[in-house]
C-alpha cells in the first residue's frame, strides 16, 4: 500500500545506544517529515525537510539528529535516548506546492518504527 | 479552546449502521482539511480530503461548514472494516506543511 518505507520496523535499544531509523519514498516527493507517536495521541511532528534542506525542528532534544542524503531518503539517528522516547515513528513525504494546491501537499505516511527505550 | 476538537468516542455501532463523527477548528483562516484512518499500531491513512462543497467516495461522505467551522464524517453500511481511529486533520493556516491533529475519535463496527 504505502509508498514510504521505513526501517527497521521494530527497534529495541539501550540508553547508550546509537541506531537510526531509515526512511525512503520513490514518489518524487520534496519535503519529509519525522514525527512521533505515543499511545492514544495523535502524531506530533518533530522535523521537516523542504528539497533536502530543513525547514522545520520543532524544538526537538539534540539526541535526535535528523539527515537527508537525497530527496528519497531521511534518516533519524538516535543517541542517549530516554525511556519516554519510546514510541511509533512515522515518515511522511508530500509534494511542495503552493498553499493553494491542496491536494498536492497531502503527506503520505511510512508504517513507523516502533522503538522501546530500555 | 483546542485548535482541532473530536469526539474521542469510542462509537460502537452494529454492521449495517450509519455513523456520523464532527470536528471543529479554532482558525478560521484555515484553508485544508483531511479526514485520516488509523487502525491500532499502524501508520495514518488518508481516507479523504474535504473540500468546500462537500465530497463523497463510495459510503464516506465528508462535508465542511466554514461558518461554523467544523467538518463532518459520515459512513454508511459500516463493515467490519470500519472498525479504526477517525483522525480530523487541520492544515495550518499560511503553512503547507505543519498539520494540526485532532484527537481521533474510535469506532468499533460489532457483527
Known amino acids: 500500500d504505502t509508498e514510504v518505507t521505513q526501517t527497521p520496523k521494530h527497534l529495541v535499544m539501550g540508553m547508550t545506544n546509537k541506531k537510526s531509523l531509515k526512511c525512503e519514498q520513490h514518489m518524487g516527493h520534496r519535503a519529509m517529515y519525522w514525527y512521533k507517536q505515543k499511545a492514544k495521541k495523535p502524531p506530533e511532528l518533530m522535523f521537516v525537510y523542504s528539497y533536502e534542506k530543513l525547514s522545520i525542528n520543532e524544538s526537538v532534544p539534540s539526541r535526535f539528529s535528523p539527515e537527508c542524503p537525497n530527496s528519497s531518503l531521511l534518516n533519524l539517528h538516535l543517541h542517549a535516548l530516554q525511556p519516554e522516547d519510546s514510541a511509533l515513528y512515522l515518515c511522511?513525504?508530500?509534494?511542495?506546492?503552493?498553499?493553494?494546491?491542496?491536494?498536492?501537499?497531502?503527506?503520505?505516511f511510512g508504517a513507523g518504527t516502533r522503538l522501546s527505550v530500555l | 479552546r483546542k485548535e482541532v476538537e473530536q469526539d474521542p468516542g469510542p462509537f460502537n455501532v452494529p454492521e449495517g449502521a450509519t455513523v456520523a463523527f464532527n470536528c471543529t477548528y479554532s482558525n478560521s483562516a484555515s484553508q485544508s482539511f483531511f479526514w485520516y484512518r488509523q487502525d491500532c499500531r499502524k501508520e495514518p491513512k488518508l481516507l479523504m480530503s474535504?473540500?468546500?462543497?462537500?465530497n463523497e467516495d463510495g459510503r464516506f461522505t465528508a462535508q465542511l461548514n466554514r461558518a461554523s467551522q467544523y467538518i463532518s464524517l459520515l459512513i454508511r453500511d459500516s463493515k467490519l472494516s470500519d472498525s479504526a481511529t477517525y483522525l480530523c486533520?487541520?492544515?495550518?493556516?499560511?503553512?503547507?506543511?505543519?498539520?494540526?491533529w485532532g484527537l481521533g475519535t474510535s469506532l468499533a463496527v460489532n457483527p
Open positions: 511522511a513525504s508530500s509534494q511542495e506546492a503552493t498553499l493553494a494546491d491542496h491536494q498536492k501537499n497531502i503527506q503520505y
Open positions: 486533520v487541520v492544515r495550518e493556516a499560511g503553512n503547507n506543511r505543519k498539520l494540526i
Open positions: 474535504v473540500y468546500s462543497s462537500g
